[in-house]
């Protein structure tokens, strides 16, 4: 029993280990410096946002959609940027931030959840090689995975934000006056 228990706590540091360097690695990807990624946030005024559903699980454990909806439209309407509701989505122009909030559940037997979470632009594109065809396509995005014990992944919603803010900075940078 003492063995069983031993090698449970390895497992879980050390998948908590893991995810920790997959947190960080995640929050750095898509914040480099003057980017195309960065550069395709130029000149956006206005956009709408979409939180996906959150799994039944990750309700049940306190996270929910509507929350981080809010959260995501405050903190874009404190830096300038005007939030369109979801009936005025209807200009192909019109640029999306999307969050994802994704359970990894094969944690679970380690109390807990490993969440990829993600949050992307996306907007309408032309090809340079056809600029009749236009598509919906992310411009840019930032991905992690983070680790919440069950009955605690709010935590989750801090590296949401952390994302989003991401997204802030650079088009705070891309939009400088």
Not at 65 to 90: C, F, I, N, S, Y
Request: glycine share 8%.
């Amino acid at each position: 029993m003492e063995e069983e228990a031993g090698s449970v706590m390895k497992r879980t540091w050390a998948v908590r280990t893991i995810l920790s360097f997959l947190v960080l690695a995640g929050l750095a990807w898509g914040q480099g410096g003057d980017t195309a990624e960065q550069r395709s946030l130029a000149g956006i005024r206005e956009l709408y946002v979409w939180v996906h559903d959150f799994s039944p699980e990750v309700q049940n454990d306190g996270l929910y959609a509507a929350d981080v909806q809010t959260e995501t439209e405050l903190a874009l309407r404190k830096v300038g940027l005007r939030v369109l509701p979801g009936h005025e989505l209807k200009n192909s122009q019109t640029s999306m931030l999307e969050v994802h909030i994704r359970p990894l559940s094969l944690l679970k037997e380690c109390g807990g959840y490993a969440l990829g979470l993600n949050v992307e632009l996306v907007q309408t594109v032309f090809l340079a090689r056809n600029p009749q065809a236009a598509l919906v396509a992310p411009t840019w995005s930032v991905n992690s995975v983070a680790y919440a014990t069950q009955g605690n992944v709010v935590k989750a919603r801090s590296t949401i934000q952390d994302q989003v803010n991401a997204f802030l900075n650079a088009w705070l940078a891309a939009n400088q006056k």
